[in-house]
């Protein structure tokens, strides 16, 4: 029942966010790599992409490489056990998708910034496409989400990156349906039904 009502809500959203350029890249099949953090890999994001996807007829092969409370910088300089570069550089993927800290678009932008176009151009280097994990609002301040997508954005614009804007299908389902409880109890981190959600995010366009 969730399943159907979380898909129903995408369906409606969709005429306001395109997914045209997203569904033509994740054309079968693909092997991608999800950089980030909890935000990622919390109730097994990545292995539910793949299971959901086998489901359509989509055949994708998934890794991540992800630390809790990561953000790009900690990716690029190698720190809290990080191999992130390195697989890129040999891990043959056609597609990485980049999830930064879910305050660093706040906090420090110009971090964003200046880490989102290191890994864009050695993402390019490496043969794969990248795309932006654009992520939601604390549960009890989502004005956030303006700057959050607006940072995301912009750094989608000037790399070139498809931004997959799971933070402004989060506010448009809070408003649809204020019923569902996409948080985890500490407000920040997504539960199993925020993480479905986020997977139809990144699966919709693979249906058309």
């Known amino acids: 029942m ?3 009502t979380l898909k129903t809500i995408l369906l409606s959203i969709a005429c306001l966010i395109s997914f045209e350029s997203f569904s ?6 693909k092997r991608i790599l999800f950089v980030g953090n909890s935000y990622t890999y919390q109730w097994s994001l990545p292995q539910t992409v793949e ?4 489901k359509t007829n989509q055949s994708l092969i998934i890794q991540h490489s992800t630390a809790g409370g990561a953000n790009w910088g900690h990716h690029w300089r190698g720190e809290r056990g990080l191999q992130t570069k390195q697989i890129i550089k040999e891990g043959k993927f ?7 800290h879910s305050l660093r678009a706040i906090e420090a932008p110009d971090s964003l910034h200046h880490y989102g176009e290191k890994f864009n151009q050695l993402i390019r280097r490496s043969g794969a496409t990248p795309m932006l994990y654009m992520t939601w609002a604390r549960e009890w301040n989502p004005l956030m ?4 997508a607006k940072e995301y954005e912009a750094l989608g614009k000037e790399i070139d990156a498809f931004v997959v804007p799971v933070g402004r299908i989060w506010q448009k389902a809070r408003l649809l349906r204020p019923d569902l409880n996409l948080y985890a109890k500490d407000g920040s981190h997504q539960s199993p039904t925020g993480m479905y959600l986020n997977c139809l995010c990144l699966l919709l366009g693979g249906d058309k």
């Open 2 to 4: 969730i399943a159907s």
């Open 51 to 54: 299971d959901m996807a086998r």
């Open 145 to 148: 989400i303006e700057t959050i």
């Open 94 to 100: 056609d597609i990485v998708i980049l999830q930064n």
């Open 24 to 29: 033509q890249t994740i054309a079968t099949p």
